[in-house]
Protein backbone atom coordinates (compact mmCIF):
# COMPACT_ATOMS: atom_id res chain seq x y z
CA UNK A 1 0.00 0.00 0.00
CA UNK A 2 1.04 3.45 -0.87
CA UNK A 3 0.54 5.84 2.03
CA UNK A 4 1.08 9.63 2.54
CA UNK A 5 -0.16 11.82 5.10
CA UNK A 6 -0.56 15.32 4.39
CA UNK A 7 -0.97 17.81 7.60
CA UNK A 8 -2.54 21.76 7.35
CA UNK A 9 -2.64 22.78 11.06
CA UNK A 10 -4.37 20.18 12.71
CA UNK A 11 -5.86 18.56 10.04
CA UNK A 12 -4.61 15.41 8.90
CA UNK A 13 -5.70 13.98 5.21
CA UNK A 14 -4.47 10.83 3.21
CA UNK A 15 -3.10 9.26 -0.21
CA UNK A 16 -3.59 5.67 -0.30
CA UNK A 17 -2.80 3.95 -3.30
CA UNK A 18 -2.45 0.51 -4.88
CA UNK A 19 1.32 -0.21 -5.47
CA UNK A 20 0.62 -2.60 -8.54
CA UNK A 21 -2.47 -0.73 -10.23
CA UNK A 22 -1.22 2.73 -9.24
CA UNK A 23 -5.12 3.33 -8.04
CA UNK A 24 -5.36 6.02 -5.53
CA UNK A 25 -8.26 7.66 -2.96
CA UNK A 26 -7.53 10.74 -1.32
CA UNK A 27 -8.95 10.85 2.58
CA UNK A 28 -10.63 14.09 3.89
CA UNK A 29 -8.77 16.59 1.47
CA UNK A 30 -8.38 20.18 2.91
CA UNK A 31 -9.17 22.76 0.24
CA UNK A 32 -5.31 24.86 0.72
CA UNK A 33 -3.66 21.28 -0.40
CA UNK A 34 -5.17 20.69 -3.95
CA UNK A 35 -2.05 21.54 -6.01
CA UNK A 36 0.03 19.74 -3.23
CA UNK A 37 -2.14 16.06 -3.24
CA UNK A 38 -1.95 16.20 -7.32
CA UNK A 39 1.66 16.55 -7.18
CA UNK A 40 1.86 13.94 -4.36
CA UNK A 41 0.04 11.18 -6.46
CA UNK A 42 1.86 12.46 -10.21
CA UNK A 43 5.30 11.78 -7.71
CA UNK A 44 4.17 8.58 -6.13
CA UNK A 45 2.50 7.38 -9.95
CA UNK A 46 -0.63 7.43 -8.51
CA UNK A 47 -4.25 8.05 -10.26
CA UNK A 48 -6.90 9.58 -7.81
CA UNK A 49 -9.99 7.75 -8.21
CA UNK A 50 -11.56 8.34 -5.29
CA UNK A 51 -12.48 11.57 -3.39
CA UNK A 52 -13.41 10.49 0.26
CA UNK A 53 -14.82 12.74 3.46
CA UNK A 54 -15.70 10.75 6.39
CA UNK A 55 -18.09 13.18 7.66
CA UNK A 56 -19.49 16.41 7.04
CA UNK A 57 -16.61 18.32 8.46
CA UNK A 58 -17.21 22.19 10.60
CA UNK A 59 -13.45 22.90 11.33
CA UNK A 60 -11.69 22.94 7.95
CA UNK A 61 -13.46 23.35 4.46
CA UNK A 62 -13.22 20.17 2.13
CA UNK A 63 -11.28 19.85 -1.15
CA UNK A 64 -13.48 16.91 -2.63
CA UNK A 65 -16.22 18.89 -5.01
CA UNK A 66 -13.34 20.94 -6.30
CA UNK A 67 -10.76 18.19 -7.01
CA UNK A 68 -14.07 15.86 -8.56
CA UNK A 69 -14.69 19.05 -10.68
CA UNK A 70 -10.80 19.01 -11.99
CA UNK A 71 -9.88 15.43 -11.98
CA UNK A 72 -13.52 13.96 -12.81
CA UNK A 73 -13.84 11.73 -9.80
CA UNK A 74 -16.56 10.70 -7.86
CA UNK A 75 -17.11 11.91 -4.31
CA UNK A 76 -17.80 9.45 -1.76
CA UNK A 77 -19.41 9.87 1.58
CA UNK A 78 -21.72 7.52 3.89
CA UNK A 79 -25.14 7.72 2.78
CA UNK A 80 -26.42 9.91 5.80
CA UNK A 81 -24.38 12.84 4.46
CA UNK A 82 -26.42 15.75 3.56
CA UNK A 83 -24.39 16.83 0.78
CA UNK A 84 -26.21 16.88 -2.85
CA UNK A 85 -23.07 16.74 -5.08
CA UNK A 86 -21.87 13.10 -3.47
CA UNK A 87 -21.59 10.53 -6.30
CA UNK A 88 -21.15 7.49 -4.12
CA UNK A 89 -22.95 6.74 -0.87
CA UNK A 90 -21.47 3.97 1.22
CA UNK A 91 -23.73 1.68 3.55
CA UNK A 92 -21.86 0.00 6.93
CA UNK A 93 -19.92 -2.81 5.83
CA UNK A 94 -19.56 -1.48 2.35
CA UNK A 95 -16.54 -1.67 0.52
CA UNK A 96 -14.34 0.31 -2.29
CA UNK A 97 -11.97 -1.13 -4.37
CA UNK A 98 -9.02 0.26 -5.07
CA UNK A 99 -7.32 -2.22 -7.55
CA UNK A 100 -5.53 -4.91 -4.76
CA UNK A 101 -6.55 -2.67 -1.75
CA UNK A 102 -10.26 -2.52 0.16
CA UNK A 103 -11.18 0.19 1.92
CA UNK A 104 -13.97 -0.77 4.27
CA UNK A 105 -16.71 1.77 5.64
CA UNK A 106 -17.51 1.24 9.24
CA UNK A 107 -20.88 4.06 10.29
CA UNK A 108 -19.47 5.67 13.11
CA UNK A 109 -22.37 8.57 13.96
CA UNK A 110 -21.42 10.06 16.79
CA UNK A 111 -19.42 13.21 15.96
CA UNK A 112 -21.93 13.58 13.17
CA UNK A 113 -24.75 11.53 12.05
CA UNK A 114 -22.91 10.66 8.67
CA UNK A 115 -19.14 9.73 10.66
CA UNK A 116 -17.89 6.85 8.57
CA UNK A 117 -14.61 5.35 9.39
CA UNK A 118 -12.30 3.45 6.62
CA UNK A 119 -10.58 0.02 7.30
CA UNK A 120 -7.85 -0.72 4.91
CA UNK A 121 -5.07 -4.08 5.03
CA UNK A 122 -4.05 -2.44 9.17
CA UNK A 123 -4.99 1.01 9.69
CA UNK A 124 -8.04 2.43 10.80
CA UNK A 125 -8.88 5.87 9.23
CA UNK A 126 -10.95 6.91 11.97
CA UNK A 127 -12.34 10.82 10.49
CA UNK A 128 -13.25 12.89 13.64
CA UNK A 129 -14.65 9.44 15.52
CA UNK A 130 -11.31 8.40 17.66
CA UNK A 131 -8.34 10.58 17.60
CA UNK A 132 -5.16 10.36 19.55
CA UNK A 133 -5.79 10.73 23.20
CA UNK A 134 -9.25 12.02 22.74
CA UNK A 135 -12.36 11.62 20.69
CA UNK A 136 -14.62 13.82 18.11
CA UNK A 137 -16.54 15.99 19.47
CA UNK A 138 -21.07 15.98 19.91
CA UNK A 139 -21.92 19.45 20.59
CA UNK A 140 -21.98 20.26 16.39
CA UNK A 141 -25.24 19.67 14.51
CA UNK A 142 -26.26 16.03 14.42
CA UNK A 143 -23.98 14.98 17.07
CA UNK A 144 -25.24 12.36 19.70
CA UNK A 145 -22.92 11.48 22.37
CA UNK A 146 -25.03 8.29 22.98
CA UNK A 147 -24.22 7.24 19.38
CA UNK A 148 -20.67 8.11 19.49
CA UNK A 149 -20.10 5.73 23.11
CA UNK A 150 -22.11 2.76 20.77
CA UNK A 151 -19.42 3.42 17.78
CA UNK A 152 -16.52 3.70 20.08
CA UNK A 153 -17.58 0.55 22.72
CA UNK A 154 -19.07 -1.45 20.37
CA UNK A 155 -17.29 -1.03 17.09
CA UNK A 156 -14.01 0.55 16.88
CA UNK A 157 -12.57 -0.56 19.97
CA UNK A 158 -13.13 -4.31 19.55
CA UNK A 159 -11.39 -4.55 16.77
CA UNK A 160 -7.87 -5.53 16.53
CA UNK A 161 -5.73 -3.70 18.72
CA UNK A 162 -2.60 -3.18 16.94
CA UNK A 163 -4.67 -1.84 14.27
CA UNK A 164 -3.10 1.94 13.41
CA UNK A 165 -5.02 4.64 14.03
CA UNK A 166 -5.10 7.38 11.56
CA UNK A 167 -7.36 10.83 12.32
CA UNK A 168 -8.38 13.48 10.38
CA UNK A 169 -7.31 15.72 13.16
CA UNK A 170 -3.99 15.95 15.67
CA UNK A 171 -3.21 19.43 16.76
CA UNK A 172 0.07 17.83 19.02
CA UNK A 173 2.04 16.81 15.36
CA UNK A 174 1.58 13.13 15.93
CA UNK A 175 0.82 10.62 12.84
CA UNK A 176 -0.62 7.91 14.74
CA UNK A 177 -1.31 5.81 17.32
CA UNK A 178 -3.18 1.69 17.55
CA UNK A 179 -6.45 1.13 18.55
CA UNK A 180 -4.35 -0.61 21.75
CA UNK A 181 -2.59 2.43 22.69
CA UNK A 182 -6.14 4.75 22.84
CA UNK A 183 -7.73 1.69 25.10
CA UNK A 184 -5.02 2.06 27.48
CA UNK A 185 -3.99 5.57 27.70
CA UNK A 186 -6.94 7.98 25.69
CA UNK A 187 -8.38 9.81 28.87
CA UNK A 188 -11.82 9.99 27.31
CA UNK A 189 -12.23 6.30 26.52
CA UNK A 190 -11.44 4.98 30.32
CA UNK A 191 -15.09 6.64 31.29
CA UNK A 192 -16.34 3.06 30.05
CA UNK A 193 -19.53 3.38 31.35
CA UNK A 194 -22.10 4.76 29.28
CA UNK A 195 -23.78 7.27 31.89
CA UNK A 196 -20.63 8.19 32.83
CA UNK A 197 -18.74 8.88 28.95
CA UNK A 198 -22.04 10.67 27.96
CA UNK A 199 -22.09 12.95 30.91
CA UNK A 200 -18.95 13.93 30.08
CA UNK A 201 -18.93 14.78 26.23
CA UNK A 202 -22.05 17.06 27.54
CA UNK A 203 -19.65 18.78 29.77
CA UNK A 204 -16.95 19.48 27.83
CA UNK A 205 -17.31 23.05 26.99
CA UNK A 206 -15.29 23.38 23.75
CA UNK A 207 -14.61 26.69 21.93
CA UNK A 208 -16.32 26.86 18.44
CA UNK A 209 -14.21 26.24 15.29
CA UNK A 210 -13.58 29.27 14.27
CA UNK A 211 -15.20 29.23 10.46
CA UNK A 212 -17.84 26.77 11.62
CA UNK A 213 -20.70 28.73 9.98
CA UNK A 214 -18.89 28.69 6.23
CA UNK A 215 -17.56 25.32 6.69
CA UNK A 216 -20.27 23.85 7.29
CA UNK A 217 -22.29 25.85 4.41
CA UNK A 218 -20.13 24.88 1.93
CA UNK A 219 -18.90 21.42 2.83
CA UNK A 220 -22.79 20.26 3.26
CA UNK A 221 -24.18 22.01 0.19
CA UNK A 222 -20.72 22.31 -2.35
CA UNK A 223 -21.53 26.12 -2.37
CA UNK A 224 -18.09 28.08 -2.19
CA UNK A 225 -16.05 29.74 0.61
CA UNK A 226 -15.49 33.35 0.35
CA UNK A 227 -12.05 32.78 -0.26
CA UNK A 228 -12.84 31.10 -3.26
CA UNK A 229 -15.08 33.59 -4.52
CA UNK A 230 -12.08 36.32 -3.75
CA UNK A 231 -9.42 34.03 -5.28
CA UNK A 232 -11.67 33.44 -8.60
CA UNK A 233 -12.30 37.42 -8.90
CA UNK A 234 -8.39 38.30 -8.23
CA UNK A 235 -7.48 35.78 -10.95
CA UNK A 236 -9.50 37.58 -13.51
CA UNK A 237 -8.59 41.55 -11.99
CA UNK A 238 -5.64 43.48 -12.96
CA UNK A 239 -4.22 45.46 -9.83
CA UNK A 240 -2.92 49.15 -10.00
CA UNK A 241 -0.67 49.85 -6.64
CA UNK A 242 -1.14 52.90 -4.39
CA UNK A 243 1.89 55.20 -5.65
CA UNK A 244 0.29 54.79 -9.35
CA UNK A 245 -3.15 56.45 -8.47
CA UNK A 246 -1.62 58.70 -6.97
CA UNK A 247 0.32 59.54 -9.67
CA UNK A 248 -2.50 59.24 -12.00
CA UNK A 249 -4.84 61.24 -9.68
CA UNK A 250 -2.47 64.31 -9.07
CA UNK A 251 -2.05 63.96 -12.86
CA UNK A 252 -5.86 64.73 -13.54
CA UNK A 253 -5.92 61.80 -15.77
CA UNK A 254 -9.10 62.35 -17.70
CA UNK A 255 -9.59 58.41 -18.85
CA UNK A 256 -9.86 57.49 -15.26
CA UNK A 257 -12.74 56.87 -13.09
CA UNK A 258 -11.51 55.99 -9.81
CA UNK A 259 -14.92 54.34 -7.94
CA UNK A 260 -15.26 53.97 -4.27
CA UNK A 261 -17.02 50.93 -3.33
CA UNK A 262 -17.20 51.35 0.82
CA UNK A 263 -20.87 52.62 1.98
CA UNK A 264 -21.45 56.27 2.00
CA UNK A 265 -20.23 56.95 6.03
CA UNK A 266 -16.38 55.65 5.05
CA UNK A 267 -16.74 57.29 1.35
CA UNK A 268 -17.47 60.77 2.81
CA UNK A 269 -15.06 60.06 5.96
CA UNK A 270 -12.15 60.27 3.82
CA UNK A 271 -11.69 59.20 0.12
CA UNK A 272 -9.03 59.31 -3.34
CA UNK A 273 -9.80 62.81 -4.25
CA UNK A 274 -12.05 63.11 -7.30
CA UNK A 275 -13.55 59.53 -6.38
CA UNK A 276 -16.84 58.60 -7.19
CA UNK A 277 -19.36 56.47 -4.45
CA UNK A 278 -21.15 53.41 -5.74
CA UNK A 279 -21.45 51.00 -2.94
CA UNK A 280 -20.94 47.11 -3.48
CA UNK A 281 -24.20 46.36 -2.71
CA UNK A 282 -25.73 48.58 -5.32
CA UNK A 283 -23.13 48.46 -8.17
CA UNK A 284 -25.30 46.08 -10.22
CA UNK A 285 -28.26 48.04 -10.41
CA UNK A 286 -26.91 51.52 -10.85
CA UNK A 287 -24.13 50.69 -13.27
CA UNK A 288 -25.67 51.83 -16.25
CA UNK A 289 -26.60 55.31 -15.12
CA UNK A 290 -23.65 56.04 -13.10
CA UNK A 291 -21.34 54.54 -15.49
CA UNK A 292 -22.64 54.75 -19.11
CA UNK A 293 -19.17 54.10 -21.00
CA UNK A 294 -17.51 51.07 -20.86
CA UNK A 295 -14.68 51.89 -22.85
CA UNK A 296 -13.72 53.53 -20.02
CA UNK A 297 -10.86 52.48 -17.47
CA UNK A 298 -12.38 51.97 -13.90
CA UNK A 299 -10.63 51.74 -10.67
CA UNK A 300 -12.71 50.20 -7.62
CA UNK A 301 -11.66 50.48 -4.38
CA UNK A 302 -12.47 50.11 -0.70
CA UNK A 303 -11.32 49.58 2.66
CA UNK A 304 -9.22 46.46 2.54
CA UNK A 305 -9.05 45.59 -1.31
CA UNK A 306 -11.19 42.74 -1.06
CA UNK A 307 -14.77 44.21 -1.95
CA UNK A 308 -13.28 46.31 -4.60
CA UNK A 309 -11.70 42.69 -6.16
CA UNK A 310 -15.05 41.64 -6.49
CA UNK A 311 -16.70 44.75 -7.82
CA UNK A 312 -14.06 44.84 -10.72
CA UNK A 313 -14.60 41.09 -11.51
CA UNK A 314 -18.14 42.21 -11.71
CA UNK A 315 -17.87 45.32 -13.61
CA UNK A 316 -15.46 42.78 -16.05
CA UNK A 317 -18.24 40.29 -16.60
CA UNK A 318 -20.72 42.89 -17.48
CA UNK A 319 -18.92 44.36 -20.51
CA UNK A 320 -16.67 46.98 -18.68
CA UNK A 321 -13.09 45.18 -19.67
CA UNK A 322 -10.72 47.75 -18.15
CA UNK A 323 -12.18 47.51 -14.81
CA UNK A 324 -9.04 47.21 -12.40
CA UNK A 325 -8.86 47.38 -8.13
CA UNK A 326 -6.66 48.92 -5.91
CA UNK A 327 -3.80 46.99 -4.37
CA UNK A 328 -4.49 47.96 -0.86
CA UNK A 329 -7.37 49.85 -0.50
CA UNK A 330 -8.32 52.95 1.48
CA UNK A 331 -6.61 51.50 4.96
CA UNK A 332 -3.21 51.40 2.85
CA UNK A 333 -3.69 54.61 1.33
CA UNK A 334 -4.29 56.14 4.44
CA UNK A 335 -1.44 54.47 6.02
CA UNK A 336 0.66 56.22 3.20
CA UNK A 337 -0.01 59.54 3.82
CA UNK A 338 -1.78 60.17 0.40
CA UNK A 339 -4.47 62.82 -0.11
CA UNK A 340 -7.99 62.23 1.39
CA UNK A 341 -11.02 64.32 0.71
CA UNK A 342 -13.54 64.56 3.08
CA UNK A 343 -17.28 64.82 2.58
CA UNK A 344 -19.76 64.05 -0.44
CA UNK A 345 -18.15 65.61 -3.01
CA UNK A 346 -15.44 64.26 -4.98
Known sequence: MVFEQVVTGGCQSYLVGCAETCAAALIDPEISQIDHYVALAARDGLRIRYLIDTHTHADHFSATRELARQLNVPVVMHRASPAPFVDMRLGDGEMIVLGRLRLQALHTPGHTADSMCLLVEDRLFTGDTLLIDATGRTDLPSGDPEALYDSLFHRILRLDPALKVSPAHDYKGRSHSTIGQELASNPR??????????????????????????????????????????????????????AELKARVEAAEADLIVLDVREREAYEGGHVPGARLLPRGQLELRVNQELPDPTRRILACCELGYVSTLAAATLREMGFLHAVALDGGMKAWREAGYPLNVGRGP
Request: hydrophobic share 45%.
Open 189 to 242: LQKRDRAAFVEMMRSLNLTMPTHITEALRTNMSGGKTVAQLLSEAAATVPFMSL
